[in-house]
Every structure is written in structure tokens, then in C-alpha cells.
């Protein structure tokens, strides 16, 4: 009988992961920077059918509309067009990269991000500290349109998960510009990792159009610490994906 880590491992192969699925260019830079961009990991028309999905279940749940939820959660039950955020082999092996255990997902999300919002506070997903190498939480951020520095890009601090450290521990202003930080203005297809120990945050968007995007969160299955955002899949979801995708929802 297998073990539940032979399982999982064997569950990360049949959805296409080896040992080569990134280079060792691709770990040193995750493991360094603390994010890696994965381009080409999307179609314009993949992109497009997700963004048409996107906006059709903000219209159906009136997300972002006041008194309504601010995000549109656990969109992999809502649409199959989501099912890559899950499945993708190059997203699975930078998440087990960084987790090094069994993970799970904690579903897709995304949250309107019209001209004149998203500026965020530098943060992490993930509200305790962390040791170096002992993390316990990783993001995927799928751009649907490309990101530039007018329409609210993400910003990421290098190096900062190795730190330790909290952004609001150490910043008197989690708005301002960060000296080191990086903007995410990549193309659309590409799909950004991050490690959600690194200080990070959304920009203003000072664009005359829309930011769409979702993501895809991860976290090590035997956590010590809850985390609230929910999990699980609908009963379409659980006939549509294979075994080994379901199981990355198990508790």
C-alpha cells in the first residue's frame, strides 16, 4: 500500500510533473528572488475565455458591489476554463519546489481591479514569520491581459522571504516604494510565482481599463497554522477532474 507521500508524488506525475518539468536556472531563481515568471503558460484565446468567465461570475455574484464579497472565490467550481490554474505541470512543480511537502489547494480566486483601486499595503499571504525554507504557503497570479506599470501590477521585494521578517514590522509606510522592489509587468501568458512569505502588493491602477486576473493559492497540507480561505470542489468539479487533481483538494 502507498504511503499518502508516494500518492502524492505519484498524483504530481500523472499531472505531468518530473524532476526536469524547471530548469535548475528556474529553482535557483525561485529559490534566490523568491518569484519566478512562467511564460507562455497561456493562449490569448485561453486568457480570453477566462476573462469572459471572470466577468460573468462578478456580474452573477455582484463582486465588489457594496455590501456584496470583495472576491470571487473558488472559481474552479464555477467554470472548467479555470481547471489549468490547478492542473498546469510547470505551476505544480514551482509550488512543490517551494513547499518541498504534500500541498493542497486553496482554490481560485480573483477581485475586480477597476482604474483608480488595487493599491495594496506590502504584505505577505501567510501572517506569522517564517525561517528561511520553512514555508508553509505559495501563490500563482495569472495575468489576463499584460500587466504594466500603468494598470496596477504586482510589486514583489526580492529576497524578503528569506528574511524572516514582516513587512509592517519593519516599514513606517506599507504604500510607499520599496527601494528593492520589482514590478510584474509581464505579458499575458505569463503566470508569476511567488512565494507568499515574500512582501509583495498590488499597485494603483492608473490605467483607463480594467486589471483582470486570478489566482491559483497553495499551502503545505499539514499546516500548523489555519488559513481563511476555503477550499473544495463541487460535485461538477469532482466529476471533471481527474483523480489525482481531486486530490489536491483533500484536507
Known amino acids: 500500500m502507498k504511503s ?8 504530481l506525475y500523472e499531472l505531468g510533473v518530473r524532476q526536469n518539468t524547471l530548469s535548475s536556472d528556474e529553482k535557483v531563481h525561485l529559490d534566490e528572488l523568491g518569484f519566478l515568471p512562467l511564460h ?39 467554470s472548467d476554463v479555470f481547471d489549468i490554474c490547478v ?8 509550488i512543490s ?14 477581485r475586480p481591479n477597476p482604474p483608480g483601486s488595487g493599491a495594496q499595503d506590502l504584505h505577505t499571504d501567510w501572517g506569522l514569520p517564517r525561517a528561511p525554507g520553512e514555508y508553509l504557503s505559495c501563490n500563482s497570479m495569472w495575468p489576463l491581459v499584460d500587466f504594466t506599470k500603468e494598470n496596477g501590477v504586482t510589486r514583489i521585494v526580492p529576497r524578503t522571504h528569506c528574511s524572516g521578517k514582516l513587512p509592517k514590522d519593519e516599514l513606517t509606510d506599507l504604500k510607499a516604494v520599496h527601494p528593492e522592489e520589482v514590478l510584474m509587468a ?14 509583495h502588493g498590488a499597485t494603483l491602477n492608473r490605467s483607463q481599463s480594467d486589471r483582470p486576473n486570478v489566482t491559483s493559492f497553495w499551502c503545505r497540507r499539514q499546516q500548523p ?7 473544495g470542489l463541487s460535485e461538477d468539479a469532482t466529476n471533471r477532474l481527474s483523480e489525482a487533481a481531486r486530490r489536491l483538494f483533500d484536507p
Open 40 to 78: 507562455g503558460i497561456l493562449s490569448e484565446h485561453q486568457a480570453s475565455l477566462m476573462r469572459e468567465a471572470m466577468e460573468e461570475l462578478f456580474v452573477l455574484e455582484k463582486t465588489g458591489q457594496k455590501d456584496a464579497a470583495s472576491e470571487c472565490s473558488n472559481m474552479q467550481n464555477k
Open 225 to 231: 497554522d489555519g488559513h481563511s480561505r476555503p477550499n
Open 4 to 11: 499518502k507521500q508516494e500518492q502524492f508524488q505519484r498524483d
Open 87 to 94: 492542473t498546469h505541470p510547470r505551476v505544480l512543480a514551482s
Open 186 to 199: 509581464v505579458p499575458l501568458g505569463t503566470v508569476v510565482i511567488f512565494n507568499s512569505h515574500a512582501w
Open 97 to 110: 519546489h517551494v513547499l518541498k511537502e504534500e500541498f493542497k489547494s486553496l482554490g481560485v480566486h480573483s
